[in-house]
């Protein structure tokens, strides 16, 4: 697992979009979608808005990652049997 100040940095960022998403409520993604956009723009050329996207990103899938091994832990579920079980919900999603 990876513990580098710069993998916190980018949990950090995801964390304030994943807090800004669940303040909107009722599918409104515009909050989320402004602190985003607020960590893109503060990078002045293309290349640095790339890089900060793909840090964004980053910073989603470790804390995803994370957050799913304490849940299938405190679930006495393995990791695969949690992402199943996540998918089949999504994938029969009325």
């Not at 793909?54 to 990652?65: A, R």
């Not at 849940?71 to 009325?94: C, F, H, K, N, W």
């Amino acid at each position: 697992m990876d513990d580098s100040p710069e993998i916190y940095e980018n949990m950090a960022k995801a964390l304030a979009v994943l807090t800004a998403w669940n303040e909107s409520g009722d599918g409104d993604l515009s909050l989320a979608d402004r602190t985003t956009m607020g960590y893109l723009d503060s990078q002045p050329d293309p290349d640095g808005k790339v890089r900060e996207a793909i840090n964004l990103i980053s910073g989603l899938v470790s804390l995803s990652g994370r957050m799913l091994l304490q849940l299938a832990q405190s679930l006495e579920v393995t990791e695969d049997e949690l992402l199943r079980i996540m998918g089949q919900r999504i994938a029969y999603r009325p």
